[in-house]
């Protein structure tokens, strides 16, 4: 609810306070007095369209402040937390526009985007009017309207849950019939491929031991005779083994006194012949690794050329033909059995259509049922507001499935019996129009709302019997809410809980407008104003206290 308005150099304004109250509150005052400046400075604090040039003449800068009242679990405190902001039971928005055009914005004294003011003001105000392009003549928020009527939230929740679902169903199958498409495509190449790479069957690591393999056996065949020879030199019957073990003989049979002198040199020799059987043992063993057949060699080197030349042609490192082989037999796999994933995605996805469109159907069915009833329920309104002549028509048609349904729904009129239907604002007079909108609103709010209501002349073209139709209407609404009214019928006035006089007046070459709270006699003198004009007379007055 709105408890606070503070406007400061906005238009003919340049310095106002305002303290709202629950109920009907009615503002009242001659043509032109500044009545829609409040309007435009209310918008303006909530971020609505509106003046390009708000900031008053001569002022350097234009400020408006509002403050409301926020119960627990109003929408608002949700977008206040997702925005990181301070969440109280009073929330102030306040906005400057500077004479240059400049603005900037406050939420509870925090920085705050124009877009943040505008989604704040969508659970806060609604405005209706004749020229309300926001509320119940935007025919895009008539579904949304009829719902609400109706308490379909749990429907449209289930609802949208099915839809995603299917969405996300007709998405998995959308996109394995690409994949599986494009697979087609190549299939004669993956089989071959797979085949080829199949029968080469190459191993991870292969292309570096077959190189280790080949390098070794070419570097055999260089040094191969020279280790032969020196195998030769060393276990020959007149090699080096030989010779030491023959001198080794020689020296072991000699006796005597000489021997001693033997013992050194028969060690050394031991020794020697020692070292020579191990040196002509590792020099057998070289030769028998080193030892292979020109075949093997060949070999080796066909099967290394094979894996370079498959790695060339598939532009993949030798290492990488076995997983490539991998990735091409899952396409293939994917292939031979890509019918059967199909079919399972297929089945899938008609299943979550098939509940979706059960679900559709009992919420078109739901809609359809509110929708008489809110037929209903509107022309029982208009009789009081006479217009018992005029027909009302929720009408419901075919529109794309979608996360609310698959139905648009348009509030549509005719005035009178026979008469063509259309839309509200294209169909009804400015009169007529004013009286719909307030019997469509009346049905709509059949609970304590969290907003407030702003009227702007709805009564305009209407007097008599039928505006205090309107007023009793506007005092109804206001019973559990706050509703603000900007009207010139002195029988809607009269019905108000709160009551302000906006006036303008030059001063010292300056015009401003102005805005006073009217106590009970001043409310005697305004609503005789509004019924005789600017010479009050008695009469008036009488009739002015017959009213309120």
């Known amino acids: 609810m709105l408890r606070h308005l503070d406007i400061r150099d906005i238009l003919l304004i340049d310095h106002l306070e305002l303290e709202f109250e629950a109920g009907l509150n009615v503002l009242t005052g001659e043509t032109g007095a500044g009545k829609s400046i409040l309007l435009d400075s209310l918008g303006f604090v909530l971020g609505w369209r509106g003046r390009a040039e708000l900031v008053r003449s001569g002022a350097e800068q234009g400020e408006v402040t509002a403050v409301f009242d926020v119960p627990q679990g109003h929408a608002v405190r949700a977008l206040l937390l997702e925005a990181g902001l301070p969440d109280d039971d009073e929330l102030i928005l306040r906005r400057i526009n500077t004479k240059e055009g400049r603005k900037t914005a406050f939420v509870n004294s925090r920085r705050a985007s124009g877009e943040l003011l505008r989604q704040l003001s969508e659970h806060l105000v609604e405005l209706h009017g004749q020229h309300d392009d926001r509320g119940l003549l935007n025919p895009r928020g008539h579904r949304d309207l009829l719902d609400d009527y109706a308490g379909l939230a749990p429907k449209l929740t289930e609802l949208r849950k099915l839809w995603r ?56 065949e260089k040094v191969g005779a020279d280790i032969a020879r020196a195998q030769q030199s060393l276990r020959s019957e007149k090699g080096a083994e030989g010779t030491a073990h023959e001198a080794l003989r020689w020296l072991e049979s000699i006796g005597g006194e000489p021997a001693e002198l033997m013992v050194q040199p028969i060690a050394a020799l031991e020794r020697a012949s020692h070292e020579l059987a191990l040196a002509a043992d590792a020099i057998e063993q070289a030769l028998s690794v080193l030892s292979f057949s ?9 099967r290394l050329f094979a894996i370079r030349a498959m790695a060339r042609k598939h532009d993949v490192l030798p290492d990488e033909l076995s997983e490539f082989t ?14 059967a994933e199909l079919a399972d995605l297929e089945k899938a996805a008609q299943l979550a259509d098939t509940s979706y469109q059960t679900a559709a159907e009992k919420l078109s069915a739901a809609r359809r049922k509110a929708a008489a009833k809110l037929d209903q329920a509107v022309m029982k309104e208009l009789a009081p507001l006479k217009m018992e002549r005029a027909i009302f028509t929720t009408e419901i048609t075919e529109a794309d499935a979608g996360p609310e349904g698959a139905d648009a729904v348009s509030f549509t009129v005719a005035t009178n019996p026979g008469a063509p239907s259309g839309p509200l604002a294209k169909i009804a007079s400015g009169g007529e129009l004013s009286r719909f909108l307030l019997a469509l609103k009346v049905c709509l ?17 209407v007097g008599g019997a039928t505006a205090d139709a309107v007023g009793r209407r506007l005092k109804a609404l206001g019973a559990d809410g706050q509703v603000l009214v900007v009207t010139h019928s002195p029988q809607v006035a009269a019905l108000g809980a709160h009551h302000w006089r906006v006036s303008k007046a030059v001063t010292k070459g300056v015009t401003l407008s102005t ?17 005789s004009g600017d010479t009050i007379t008695d009469e008036a007055r009488a009739a002015a206290k017959a009213l309120l």
């Open 165 to 220: 679902a299917r969405s996300a169903a007709f998405e998995a199958k959308r996109a394995a019939e690409v994949r599986i498409a494009a697979a087609r495509e190549e299939e004669e190449f993956l089989r071959h491929a797979v085949a080829e790479l199949e029968e080469l069957n190459p191993q991870t690591g292969e292309d570096e031991a077959l190189d280790k393999d080949r390098r070794r056996m070419q570097a055999a």
């Open 294 to 302: 020109s075949s093997d060699l060949e070999a080796c080197e066909e």
């Open 326 to 339: 991998r990735e091409l037999s899952r396409r293939l796999t994917l292939i031979d059995g890509s019918d």
């Open 445 to 461: 709010t059949n609970e304590a709302s969290n907003v407030t209501m702003i009227f702007d002349e709805i009564d305009r073209g």
């Open 515 to 531: 805005v006073a709270a009217l106590n009970a006699d001043e409310r005697v003198d305004e609503v005789a104003r509004m019924i």
